[in-house]
């Protein structure tokens, strides 16, 4: 295992020696220690790398990962997984807002609560949030699946695209095109299936589904009031 | 007897309810939609016809023409990146993307920019292979719906260009209607084919410059601290934004006056939201001469460049090169007269296309329609981008010369003169025949 210590070493260090690793792999776990925070911590990784961070990490960590398993053992700052493309970030704390944000693909869990916004503009990655979410989350979202274990908070899917979109407790209120939806077998088979991958125990019949009315997609002047 | 001579009434059009205004009313009514367009301001406007060099005589002299060099390479993104660019020529295309734009369309702009050694940037739906091939220096923009954003294609830009805003809607975010929505383009863009792709006005993950100094921070180190980053910001508070972009860590700061164009936004935001460029570039070229940053801070800009006296006036007003959106398009064929029969068949004519969401382009370039696009062969379209590069520098290098600079970049306000008072002091040079700017002196 490769060590890198922020007490001693920079953001800029950590990054290189895990850019370094996508041409020529010669470690494949990594331990971040004293992370205290900083931003910008395992960003851009593009190998099949597992990181651990020792510690909250600020702002975009895991930044457009790909392929990486990236730990952070605190909460995370903004942005956590923004744009990644395969792999996983698993955040044991908190997440601030915006987590996941344009996720493409690959696996975020928040094992604590996620602020606002999360998943917003998500296209194609799955977040599963063990806690709850904040306002607005799923903002535009155009694909994959955000599942929420606790609450979600107000404009819950908001101009939605195509999203999977479920939640166990309370939903503050749906967002502009936003609607329950039934909750099919397939539906039951994508969530045991999403749970096993995030490694969670949960009954998915608990869960309710939320997805977008399609009314948005092409203007309607009868919709002038959700524009 | 003679017969009375009968006078009457001549009819008289109203200024405020102008024929224009009054159709757009009755549009209004029918439909119960604002009228949304492609292309930039269409008003007239304070603009670089209402500024004239002072050519060289008796206090300086000029260089001779053919003989004497006057540079016109640039180096932009000194402050930070490893790699800067160097472009041989200060007239860059703007970003435009696929989607609003065919694919020929983009790979033509990608060819002629590289014939002369300049650049070409993507715009808000990714980055195509043929754009990317056919570039030899491609800017990637960063925009808040990071449409097919990757960190693959991130690693092959020659630089980054994050988008705040752009002149044409300031404030406002995108809008490519279903029609242009193909497969592919949904496909880039990971949206149902034919829906109304809306890009949003904020960047989904910061606001405000502090993040924006984190995020720039992120897209250093993702791509290693290779390439500089732009930020773009549409005219409007330009003074203040061009302070914030330098203290964000911005390499190079693109400024998009009013007459910017775009793809597809409402009419009354395009006519009623920003500034001219002439008016923004004194404002840019103030923010960083305070910070100690002109000239290391490189400054684009654009919205209405024309020809080569408007790249001319740009840097003597102290811009560093400019870019070029809506003319590239004309000179590609946009608004060619050789389609008129086709354009009024559309309910336009050949100079007043600007419907350019509805993809029935007759000149094949805002349109995902295979057959239009067919129209626009991207060879032939590259090189009549190039001649046209060309043809903008050596004007403008022919303007410079006259002023005595054996460089572009050593043209300064001093060589202008404003025609009006507006002019004047929006530029911030003499009013034509007196030492007065407008605004000058006013404590």
């Known amino acids: ?227 | 007897m003679s017969e009375k001579t009968k006078y009457t009434t001549e009819l008289r059009e109203s200024a405020t309810f102008d024929r224009a205004t009054m159709s757009e009313i009755r549009r209004a009514a029918d439909t119960g939609i604002y009228d949304i367009r492609g292309w930039g301001a269409k008003r007239k406007l304070p603009h670089f016809d209402d500024l004239l060099f002072l050519g060289a005589s008796m206090s300086r002299y000029p260089l001779e023409g053919y003989r004497e060099k006057c540079n016109t390479q640039v180096t932009l993104g000194t402050r930070f990146a490893k790699k800067p660019i160097v472009i041989e020529t200060p007239v860059t295309i703007a970003g435009m993307s696929f989607g609003a734009l065919s694919a020929n369309a983009k790979e033509a702009l990608g060819r002629g920019a590289s014939a002369v050694g300049t650049s070409t940037t993507t715009g808000d739906g990714g980055m195509t292979p043929e754009e990317r091939g056919q570039s030899s220096k491609l800017v990637y923009q960063y925009l808040p719906s990071r449409y097919g954003m990757n960190p693959d294609d991130l690693r092959k830009a020659d630089a980054i260009e994050v988008v705040l805003g752009q002149g044409a809607k300031p404030g406002g975010g995108g809008m490519l209607l279903g029609q242009k929505i193909t497969e592919r383009v949904a496909k880039m863009r990971t949206l149902p084919m034919g829906v109304d792709q809306r890009s949003a006005c904020r960047h989904p993950d910061w606001t405000g410059p502090d993040d924006l100094a984190i995020k720039i921070l992120e897209l250093r180190e993702i791509t290693d601290w290779q390439v500089p980053i732009y930020i773009k910001v549409g005219a409007t508070r330009t003074y203040y934004d061009v302070k914030l972009a330098v203290k964000a860590g911005a390499d190079v700061i693109v400024v998009d006056g009013m007459q910017g164009g775009t793809a597809a936004t409402q009419e009354v935001f395009i006519e009623h939201v920003g500034i001219p460029t002439m008016a923004a570039i004194p404002q840019a070229v103030q923010a960083l001469q305070e910070m100690g940053m002109h000239r290391k801070v490189q400054l684009i800009v654009s919205g209405g460049i024309r020809n080569g006296a408007d790249v001319a006036k740009c840097m003597a007003l102290g811009a560093d090169a400019v870019a070029i959106g809506t003319a590239a398009l004309i000179a590609l064929g946009c608004n060619d007269p050789k389609y008129d029969e086709e354009f009024k068949a559309i309910g336009s004519a050949a100079g007043f296309y600007d419907d350019y969401h509805e993809g029935r382009d007759p000149a094949g370039i805002s349109t995902q329609d295979p057959e239009l696009s067919k129209r626009l062969d991207p060879v032939e379209g590259g090189r009549r981008i190039a001649n046209y590069l060309r043809v903008l520098t050596l004007e403008a290098q022919t303007l410079a010369r006259a002023c005595g600079k054996n460089d572009m970049r050593n043209l300064e306000p001093e060589d202008l003169v404003a025609l009006t008072v507006e002019s004047a002091a929006m530029a911030r040079v003499p009013l034509a025949g007196t030492n007065w700017i407008p605004g000058n002196n006013m404590g």
């Open chain 1, 1 to 227: 295992m490769k060590t890198i210590d922020l007490a001693k070493e920079t953001v800029r260090d950590l990054n290189q020696a895990l850019h370094d690793q996508a041409s020529a792999c010669t470690e494949t776990e990594w331990e971040v220690l004293n992370p205290k925070g900083q931003h910008n911590l395992a960003v851009g990784v593009d190998q099949k790398l597992k990181i651990d961070i020792k510690g909250h990490a600020g702002y975009y960590c895991g930044g457009m990962n790909k392929e990486a398993d990236i730990v952070i053992h605190g909460s995370a700052g903004q942005g956590v997984a923004e744009n990644m493309m395969s792999g996983s970030v698993r955040v044991k704390g908190n997440a601030s807002s915006s987590a996941g944000a344009t996720s493409i693909g690959g696996l975020l869990v928040i094992e604590g609560d996620a602020g606002s916004r999360c998943g917003i503009s998500m296209k194609g990655s799955d977040i599963v949030v063990t806690g709850s979410v904040g306002h607005m989350s799923c903002f535009m979202g155009q694909a994959g699946t955000l599942v929420v274990c606790g609450d979600a908070g107000d404009a819950l899917g908001d101009s939605l695209y195509e999203v999977h979109i479920y939640v166990k407790g309370q939903v503050k209120s749906l967002g502009a095109d936003c609607v329950e939806k039934e909750m099919r077998p397939q539906h039951i088979e994508e969530l045991i299936e999403l749970f096993e991958r995030a490694g969670i125990k949960e009954d998915p019949h608990a869960f309710k589904r939320y997805g977008s009315a399609r009314q948005l997609y092409n203007f309607k002047v009868d919709n002038a009031s959700a524009y």
